[in-house]
């Protein structure tokens, strides 16, 4: 709908002529001379225009929607503004009756089929649908005070707006300033989605507010563990309490995807209830050695004084050489590194990486190839591997400890097993087989055949330089 206030000199200077003829209104504009206080305009049959309305301004194809936004928002202001002593108590409470008018009025004069559809007088091209919503929002942003339970046509217009910004950054804004309820499933489908920046982040405060946690554990207990994984990153960028209970539960349950119980020790602390939450299961032993390095990382970078001295006491820093203390691992993937050193650190006699494992032909086949490890492992998970190379054990290559009848011990990974003989591959690539009728026991160890605290024989620079260079290693593009 595109209207033009003729008293308005602006529009009259602005060249823009009437391509149709002005719709009819209820009510006709008087002059301020004849109605300096605003409040009586004539209708058509002698009736007066609602106290407290501005005449509304005739509609054109020519001019702006938003001279409506305009007209509205002067005559809500005008309508609680005007206590003189003509017309006192009386005219503000009429006023009040009418506010939701006003304010519907310029809602669906927006949105009604004057509006969209029309074709630019100017341009001559015909408005699109993101310019129509465009214009709704804007207009929308000007009515977010009002009760929506109270005008009927407004809340339709409203819902019909919602609907057509659903699973973008503006429905959250929109459900948000309108207080809309039961919107609880798009909202946390939009938290998945932006869960590292503020519109996730307020979507599922949300959800939190419109009490519909049961969604969000619904989803966390789930078996789409990416889902579940952004869920666990949005709670913690919202960091109230409330996340303490929903993810905490998460992070001894060995059944749970070991990704998603990372990321909810992360979000964990960024909130003092949860800092301390994870300090009390590792004072007690109950924290997961899976997840430990994270949460040393992060619990000795939190910002409450007494929690990050427990703990430094309780989860320690790993150490590099001279017993030098490693940053966590989000500050060292931020550092660069020398590729061509790191090579060199891969080969070293007193690092091993290459005692135990193949880059192409080179090294030893003992544990996995890394060939290829700069494109299944991100540099955050290359470091986590090093520096605590049992909480991520890959599949085939879980170490076991073998006694046999007399008296003597193995140990390596599986290379091969038949009904009657296990192949035993130790570290330098060695296999071993062993009837099964030599061995009274067999046992996966907990613990990686890759030795722990790798990072001791290096700088921190040298870890530095190591990581750039396996980061390069990567499948070669087709």
């Not at 008018?101 to 009604?112: C, G």
């Not at 919202?238 to 998460?250: K, S």
Request: net charge neutral; proline share 4%.
């Amino acid at each position: 709908m595109i209207f033009e206030n003729p008293d308005d000199e602006s529009q009259r200077d602005s060249g823009l002529k009437p391509k149709v003829a002005r719709h009819e209104l209820p009510w006709e504009h008087t002059s301020q001379a004849n109605n300096p206080n605003g409040v009586v305009a004539r209708r058509k049959n002698g009736d007066a225009t609602p106290v407290g309305l501005k005449s509304l301004p005739s509609v054109t194809q020519g001019s702006s929607c938003l001279a409506t936004l305009s007209w509205a928002t002067q005559s809500l202001s005008d309508c609680g503004n005007r206590r003189d002593s003509r017309i006192g108590a009386r005219f503000s409470s009429k006023c009040n009756i009418r506010k939701a008018f006003v304010l519907a009025a310029a809602l669906l004069a927006v949105w009604s089929s004057l509006c969209v559809g029309r074709v630019h007088a100017a341009e001559g091209e015909t408005v699109g649908q993101a310019a129509r919503t465009a214009i709704a929002i804007e207009a929308l942003s000007r009515l977010k005070s009002v009760d929506l339970e109270a005008n009927a046509a407004l809340k339709a217009a409203v819902l019909k707006v919602v609907e057509q910004v659903r699973g973008k950054p503006q429905f959250v804004e929109l459900v948000r300033d309108f207080k809309i309820k039961g919107q609880g499933a798009a909202l946390l489908e939009i938290a998945i989605k932006h869960a590292d920046n503020a519109t996730g982040v307020e979507a599922l405060r949300l959800v939190l507010e419109n009490q519909e946690s049961e969604l969000i554990k619904n989803s966390l207990a789930g078996t789409n563990a990416g889902a579940a994984t952004k869920i666990a990153e949005a709670l913690g960028n919202v960091g109230e309490n409330q996340i303490v209970p929903l993810l905490a539960p998460l992070v001894n349950d060995p059944a749970r995807d070991v990704t998603l119980r990372k990321q909810a020790v992360r979000a964990l602390t960024k909130n003092q209830e949860g800092a301390a939450a994870l300090l009390k299961l590792a004072k007690e032993d109950k924290l997961p050695a899976d997840v430990k390095l994270v949460a040393s990382a992060e619990l000795n970078g939190v910002r409450w004084p007494n929690l990050k001295a427990e703990a430094a006491q309780l989860l320690p820093l790993p150490q590099s050489q001279n017993a030098e203390a490693l940053p966590p691992v989000s500050e060292l993937v931020k550092r660069n590194g020398d590729p061509i050193r790191g090579a060199e650190i891969f080969r070293r006699e007193t690092v091993g990486c290459s005692k135990c494992h193949q880059v192409g032909t080179d090294g030893i086949n003992f544990g996995p190839a890394l060939s290829e490890i700069g494109t299944k492992l991100a540099r955050e998970a290359i470091y986590e591997s090093i520096l605590d190379p049992s909480a991520g054990i890959s599949f085939g290559f879980e170490a076991f400890q073998l006694e046999l009848k007399n008296g003597d011990e193995a140990y390596g990974l599986i290379a091969s097993e038949t009904a009657d003989e296990l192949a035993l591959k130790a570290q330098g690539g060695i296999i071993t087989r062993y009837k099964k009728s030599d061995i009274t026991k067999k046992e996966q160890q907990k613990l990686s055949a890759m030795p722990a605290g790798l990072q001791q024989t290096m700088t921190t620079q040298e870890l530095v330089d190591l990581v750039e260079y396996l980061a390069t290693l990567k499948k070669a593009e087709p």
